[in-house]
């Protein structure tokens, strides 16, 4: 098949709302070669958003990663910073009262209910659907009010401590929480209704990008990736970690393998975690503090190892920690769901259309917010030009 | 300790059975037989019942020698077990699985990158695909201990 | 000494992420969402950055990211000002001494504003936009265009 097209589609790390500025040259990251109109070949590159984290960790002591870590994703950084202090806990043998894992699964479920309603959006701005996005990023800012009643913040928590959590909530705190809770449960039902019934959405995303459950353990998929080929894998059910193993959900898994299906995932999901968050606050236990006191916090940290995941919003989050007794780890390896799952997903684009693409990346939710213009080369007149993404997903270039 | 009975099957290749917390079986084996280890996790549980989540390299300049550890969980009742392996410091090269479980590709370059790994046979390695220029063009890997970053 | 003047009435953001969390993003997003109403101030987000008059940057400034600033910042016509929104663009915020990070965007292109916060609030950041067009409405851009 000979090429006729090269597709590059850079980072620049910016979320879209409309006309952005054009791209400039490397770092690229996927680079798609197209026959005519299908794509037969895909590159994939990184290193853009590399900050050097993990030598960060290895200098500053245990309590000050919490706060580096927290600030890996801002997305997701309740999660981060979940993960890092249970596995510091399991190495020091700490286990929090149950008020506080309550608490953290409150903080944890609010946050993937605002990164879900994030990527839906921004898959209705890619397929050109823009009066749906704001519909939903308006919902949104409600998310993002019980985020702040609850944490003291909109978006970075740093809610997460050794031994439980920052603070604790009152009377008055959970009754505006449940109204806010109540009031977005109607919301999502009518989005959950649009996508299963809006041309727009359906015939973009129906049989595009699909992935076999053998491919998904073969190329080590997660989330809700995994979840939409039919493969049950989700941490909160496997490792029970917190307070999951007394909170009553479901696992969402959907066997269509395709695009519609892994968003549809994400709204099913979302739903469980309104249930979720509703059955924390009417049940939430009194057994002991929810916030340690921090003049007693441990000051030794024994050695060993330990591992710890956590169920992110984009899949599966892994921190593993090595100590050697000092006040500082001796190593940190943090693995995020979207590192295996954009890198190992290259195989998934060949054989659609170039319009297909960004919608099917899109549905990988890819934690760096990219989404830019894309540099289209055509190889056989050798010309170069710029289109935005949303013009690429509707075809024609 | 012993090798749990749903990896009874690589008992052969290993060395030494211990664990980390909480409860993560740690299985010693020695480099050769690692792409061996995979063979035998792809016959026995096949496709579907196992995923690579995330490959560990550690520099221990002490001992003089690297860690690799690879994280198997299974499906679907969700075990975590971890192969271990120690590769000499001053030539770390080990075979890359990366064609039989593609899923090997991000921890592979990532750790090649960072720590100098090499994976004999894996096509994809390059230096560059983390760090910037300026570091790689000294031959420096930022995640050894005697790094100057 | 005009022509600052007539930016103030209607200044276009760019904005560009140098490889941080993206927290700031999506609070330089919900900015300029109609939730905050920019509109009102007469900020609109530029289709391209030829056409930008401000340019927002976000993110503790990673090594390959600040050449694509550089570069980014040159295309810009003048009169031309810099937003720097969040700890990590106004001095690498808590990446400061990574080994790939250059720590702060004032190492790269000169600043007007630095906004404080991880993440700053979406009112502050258009507090910083519009005193930063207050200041050019009254005639008073640093002394007169930059001299680039």
Request: with cysteine; net charge positive.
């Amino acid at each position: 098949m000979a090429v006729t097209k090269v597709v590059e589609i850079p980072v620049t790390l910016e979320i879209p709302i409309g006309p952005q500025h054009p791209a400039l040259h490397e770092p690229l990251m996927l680079k798609v070669y197209a026959d005519g109109e299908e794509v037969v070949k895909v590159d994939i590159n990184t290193g853009y958003n590399h900050r050097g984290i993990e030598k960060l960790c290895e200098r500053n002591s245990f309590y000050r990663n919490i706060f580096i870590c927290g600030r890996v994703c801002g997305i997701c950084n309740t999660v981060h910073a979940n993960c890092y202090v249970r596995a510091v806990e399991y190495l020091m043998d700490i286990d929090p009262p149950k008020r506080a894992k309550y608490l953290r699964v409150l903080a944890m479920e609010l946050e993937r209910i605002h990164s879900h309603l994030i990527i839906n959006a921004i898959m209705a701005e890619i397929l050109g659907f823009d009066t749906l996005f704001m519909y939903i990023m308006r919902d949104r800012e409600k998310i993002m009010k019980a985020k702040e009643i609850l944490t003291g913040n909109r978006v970075l928590a740093d809610y997460m401590m050794v031994g439980g959590v920052r603070r604790d909530i009152d009377s008055v705190k959970k009754d505006r929480l449940l109204n806010i809770i109540n009031i977005i449960e109607g919301d999502i039902k009518r989005y959950i209704k649009i996508f299963e019934t809006d041309d727009t959405i359906t015939k973009r995303l129906m049989s595009v990008g699909v992935i076999k459950p053998s491919q998904i353990t073969k190329y080590g998929l997660l989330g809700p990736i995994a979840r939409g080929s039919n493969i049950k894998i989700d941490v909160r059910m496997g490792d029970k970690y917190d307070a999951y193993d007394e909170i009553p959900f479901n696992v969402i898994v959907r066997k269509e393998m395709d695009s519609w299906a892994r968003m549809m995932v994400r709204w099913e999901e979302t739903i469980e975690s309104i249930n979720m968050c509703r059955y924390v606050l009417e049940h939430l236990p009194s057994d002991g503090p929810a916030v340690p006191d921090e003049r007693r916090l441990p000051r030794r940290f024994p050695a060993g190892e330990s591992f710890a995941r956590v169920e992110a919003p984009r899949g599966e989050l892994t921190y593993y920690i090595n100590s050697v007794g000092r006040q500082v780890p001796y190593r940190v390896k943090i693995r995020t769901p979207s590192f295996n799952n954009i890198i190992n997903s290259g195989f998934s684009y060949i054989g659609y259309s170039i319009a297909d693409v960004p919608v099917i990346l899109t549905s990988y939710d890819p934690c760096i917010a990219c989404m830019e213009r894309a540099v289209v080369t055509n190889v056989k007149r050798g010309t170069r030009k710029s289109v935005s993404l949303k013009q690429l997903a509707k075809g024609g270039v | 300790m012993e090798v749990p009975e749903k990896i009874k099957f690589l008992g052969d290749l290993v060395k030494e059975v211990h664990s980390i917390k909480p409860n993560r079986i740690v299985l010693e084996i020695d480099k050769e037989n690692i792409r061996k280890a995979f063979e035998l996790l792809l016959g026995n549980l096949g496709d579907t019942g196992f995923y690579l989540a995330v490959i560990v390299g550690t520099d221990h300049p002490d001992k003089n020698k690297i860690s690799l550890d690879y994280y198997v969980i299974t499906h679907p009742d969700k075990e975590v077990y971890i192969l271990r392996t120690w590769l000499p410091r001053d030539d770390p090269r080990v075979p890359s699985v990366v064609d039989i479980l593609p899923a090997a590709l991000s921890g592979e370059c990532e750790t090649y990158d960072l720590l100098g790994i090499l994976f004999e046979g894996n096509p994809y390695l390059k230096r560059g695909f983390f760090v910037s220029p300026d570091i790689y063009e000294k031959g420096i890997y930022p995640l050894r201990k005697d790094a100057k970053v | 000494m005009g022509r600052e003047k007539l930016i103030g009435y209607s200044p276009w953001i760019a904005h560009f992420n140098t490889g941080g969390c993206n927290g700031c993003d999506i609070e330089v997003l919900a900015a300029i969402a109609p939730h905050y109403d920019p509109e009102r101030f007469g900020v609109k987000l530029a289709p391209s950055i030829r056409h930008a008059d401000i340019l927002i940057v976000t993110g503790a400034v990673t090594k390959k990211a600040g050449e694509r600033l550089k570069r980014l910042y040159e295309q810009m016509p003048s009169p031309k000002y810099v937003i720097a929104v969040g700890a990590c663009a106004c001095s690498g915020g808590v990446f400061h001494k990574g080994y790939n990070v250059l720590a702060g965007a004032d190492k790269v292109i000169p600043v007007d504003v630095y906004v404080h916060g991880c993440p700053p609030r979406p009112e502050a950041i258009l507090d910083a936009i519009v005193s930063l067009v207050m200041k050019l409405r009254k005639g008073d851009g640093n002394g007169g265009p930059r001299k680039d």
